[in-house]
């Protein structure tokens, strides 16, 4: 009998030491390279690289504008990895980021920076060897940027209640229609994608004089 029992102690033991309790273990996360840097955008990114034997309930990027780190869970993700976009940011600004995790006990990846780049200035300019006694053309840069753009316009002051011509897809605009020998000035002005409105700088030309004509044959 007492061996019997002996036995069984000795089976129940050896049955212990081969299904050890699993160790209680952390998640773990990465912090990436940031993309798509732009004047006001970036895309942080990260990676789990551990899950841990907890329950994850939130990831994401902790960005630092200067003002410390604020959390902003994952916009987002692709199995491991995830990230957050960034937009409205302040243009030539460096920003801290690391990326974290969140399993009852934050995790927190290795802290990177990145600057954001010089904000991009928008132009409107008139050819002088477009201008004609009855047209001109108007262009603009980075319409690439935006959703509209074009000038209001008047043979006098100009101001934002005068007449418009605007465009949405090439950069130049033709001015035709004009008078002869006439002053015209254009209040020119753009429309970013995400609605906001900039007036540049205010431009004056006279039409040509003389009526050109070419000879053909």
């Not at 605007?166 to 950069?171: G, P, S, V």
């Amino acid at each position: 009998m007492k061996k019997s029992i002996f036995l069984l102690i000795m089976i129940v033991l050896f049955s212990c030491n081969n299904n050890p309790v699993e160790d209680n273990r952390s998640a773990q996360v990465e912090t990436l390279e940031v993309e798509q840097i732009s004047d006001i955008t970036g895309m942080c990114k990260g990676k789990i690289t551990d899950k841990g034997t907890g329950t994850i309930s939130q990831y994401g990027i902790e960005l630092d504008d200067g003002n410390g780190y604020e959390k902003h869970p994952r916009t987002i993700s692709s199995g491991d990895h995830f990230g957050v976009e960034f937009v409205g940011l302040t243009p030539d600004k460096t920003y801290r980021y690391r990326a974290y995790v969140d399993d009852g006990a934050v995790q927190y990846g290795e802290e990177k920076s990145f600057t954001t780049l010089s904000a991009f200035v928008y132009t409107a300019t008139v050819d002088p060897e477009s201008i004609t006694s009855n047209s001109a053309v108007i262009s603009f840069t980075g319409v690439n940027k935006l959703k509209e753009w074009g000038f209001h316009y008047s043979e006098t002051e100009v101001s934002k209640n005068d007449p418009v011509k605007k465009e949405f897809l090439d950069a130049d605009i033709l001015f035709s229609d004009l008078k002869r020998n006439t002053q015209y000035n254009i209040l020119p002005y753009v429309i970013e994608k995400g609605g906001k409105t900039t007036y540049l700088e205010k431009i004056r030309f006279t039409t040509a004089k003389k009526i050109c004509r070419y000879r053909t044959g």
